[in-house]
């Protein structure tokens, strides 16, 4: 969390775009689509009034808020949407989390807090090798070994999620590179997320139906998840609701435990 100063609100309203009636978002979660929370929207009530750009990126994507806890999360509601449409979704979202199709392979009991996936979709991460290698082997955080420790475990196909090189299998031989899919623009992201998409779709064949597990971060998962969605496929975010990055190894390291 910053001071503000380089919070890009023009990223949340690109992602309330996204969202049909709500959303709720943790701080992390918010902290990590526009580059970084200012202190002053945990501190003071006031920042969350009108006359501010942040208050106008998510009027102007015709939302509101409510439940606003500061400092732990606060939904974001579209203005007008109909009760039976959100109950409606809400029925869908709750239907879509009770499906078991087998459960990930870890020690005694442990119970599956996900649907089982047909395809997970796992995050690259900034530290990586020096010199060429297969993707799988290129990622060398904590954090993408324990991706690809429940991506193997899992038995699922897999594929990773570059910002430079879009949808990569992870034998596929990569050099280092630098590139952070959120720092980039929103025509960029648009465009990634399309082709990383009709890559999937290329390689998988038709999506209707099946369950796509994302282990990524907010900006990644806004810009694929309609796409995933518009061809049937059921969407579910690893990461969601287990706050920062240290809560989210540790669920890492309990689930292949």
């Given at each position: 969390m910053n001071t503000g100063e380089m919070a890009n609100w023009s990223l949340l309203k690109e992602f309330l775009n996204g969202v049909d009636d709500r959303v709720t978002l943790t701080w992390p979660e918010l902290d990590e689509i526009v580059g970084g929370m200012p202190l002053s929207a945990t501190k003071f009530?006031?920042?969350?009034?009108?006359g501010h750009s942040h208050f106008d990126a998510w009027t102007s994507a015709g939302f509101s808020y409510t439940d606003l806890t500061r400092g732990s999360c606060v939904t974001f509601y579209?203005?007008?949407?109909?009760?039976?449409?959100?109950?409606?979704?809400?029925?869908?979202?709750s239907r879509q989390h009770s499906l078991t199709r087998g459960q990930l392979s870890r020690g005694p009991n442990q119970q599956n807090e996900l649907p089982r996936?047909?395809?997970l979709l796992m995050s690259c991460v900034s530290t990586k090798l020096q010199v060429p290698a297969m993707a799988k082997d290129l990622y060398s955080s904590?954090?993408?070994?324990?991706?690809?420790a429940y991506a193997e475990r899992s038995g699922a196909t897999w594929y990773i999620l570059s910002g430079e090189h879009r949808l990569v299998k992870p034998e596929e031989k990569l050099a280092p590179y630098d590139s952070y899919l959120p720092k980039k623009s929103a025509d960029y992201r648009r465009s990634w997320g399309t082709q990383v998409v009709a890559s999937l779709e290329e390689l998988e064949g038709p999506l209707q139906g099946k369950v796509i597990e994302i282990h990524a971060a907010i900006p990644y998962i806004a810009a694929i998840?309609?796409?995933l969605e518009s061809r049937g496929a059921i969407v579910t975010e690893a990461w969601r609701g287990r706050g920062g990055i240290g809560k989210i190894l540790q669920w890492y390291s309990r689930v292949l435990a």
């Open positions: 009530p006031a920042w969350w009034g009108s579209r203005i007008g949407a109909g009760k039976s449409n959100q109950t409606q979704r809400q029925k869908e979202s996936a047909d395809l904590d954090l993408f070994h324990k991706e690809r998840r309609a796409g």
